[in-house]
């Protein structure tokens, strides 16, 4: 057997600085791969303990209850083999925080769902637009900064190819382009400099906005 959980947001029960008590929904799926090595149909039976929190939502048959645990019937044809999966869900209240990049997460889950309140529908589409430019902002920085570390050794490496060249009889041709090259990627550098400074402060004032918004 292999079982994989999630979490689901279904709904919003408040929201008040910050925090948001929301009714959450944990699920679980458990897949059973059974094969038959008959020649004729058969029927099999799965075994699922199931825990009195969870409610099952779906399964292969109805269950015969034995010793505690459920049975559920899988029919085969002749050397079938088949994977049948039980899903359960288990509801429960939560409260998250909106600084939480999970909660985040489950945000933007339950925004693009059918059932989410309009109001708070675009309330949240803000606040996570505003988390969207700081994420942004963020892989902006990272991007120059690797731009950046590139140029600058870039720049090491011309500036003692240009050394050599100096001791060289016949290298002024070869020097004077290394020179150019030079030049270029020094004001590589700076505006590269410059566009870090203007995404750090973009950076700032989004992460004041994202910090207010949540806060009323």
Known sequence: AHATDARQLRRIIAAERGIVRAEMQDQRT?????????????TVYVVHR?????????????????????LYAVHLKAGERRTVAIRETRPLERELSLASPE??????????????????KASLDGLLGLHR???????????????????????????????????ARTGDVLARHLQQRLREISDRVQLTTIAIVDAQEKSLVARVSYADAIAE
Do not use: H, M
């Open 30 to 42: 458990t897949s059973f791969t059974v094969q038959s090595r008959l020649t004729t149909p058969t």
């Open 50 to 70: 199931q825990s009195e929190e969870w409610e099952v939502t779906d399964a292969p048959s109805e269950p015969e209850r034995i010793a505690g645990a459920n």
């Open 103 to 120: 909660t985040t997460d489950l945000l933007a889950t339950y925004v693009a769902t059918p059932d989410a309140d309009p109001a708070l």
């Open 133 to 167: 430019q700081l994420v942004d902002q963020a892989q902006l920085i990272e991007s120059l900064r690797e731009r950046l570390g590139e140029y600058r050794a870039r720049q090491d490496e011309l500036s003692a190819e240009i050394v050599a060249l100096a001791k």
